[in-house]
């Protein structure tokens, strides 16, 4: 009995360490740097997944209000620089998932698609 309370004190004062974040995301449901999204995406669109995602966007309509210009990457070894994403369909082979929403003041930061892959990056404020 008194062995266990000692083990069980020993516990209680020593609490376990955290585990180490990723190295591309803040933390886990948290939120992205805009210019270190690159590579595999995954476009999560149900709100009730927010916790999992790595950011919330919201797609504008004008380049200018955006925080990141991005490109579409047709192959996944290309999506090396900020801006440049291949869009995937599982969500398990994705590099980050965000979340897409419709209403701009839930949204972290702006996003803006274009046709062009020399006006893919970020935009520094």
């Known amino acids: 009995m008194l062995l266990t309370t000692l083990v069980s004190a020993l516990l209680w004062w020593q609490p376990a360490a955290a585990a180490p974040l990723p190295p591309k995301v803040a933390q886990t449901g948290g939120y ?4 270190k999204l690159y590579g595999a995406v995954y476009l999560e669109r149900d709100p009730r ?30 999506a090396d620089k900020a801006g440049l994403w291949y869009i995937t369909d599982a969500r398990d082979f994705a590099d980050f998932t965000v979340l897409v929403t419709d209403n701009r003041s839930f949204a972290d930061f702006g996003i803006y698609y274009t046709k ?6 970020c935009r520094k404020d």
């Open 32 to 35: 992205a740097d805009p210019c």
């Open 49 to 78: 997944r927010r916790g999992f995602c790595s950011a919330t966007v919201y797609v504008e309509q004008q380049e200018a209000f955006a925080n990141l210009v991005v490109f579409q990457e047709a192959n996944k070894l290309f």
């Open 116 to 121: 062009v892959r020399s006006f893919a990056g």
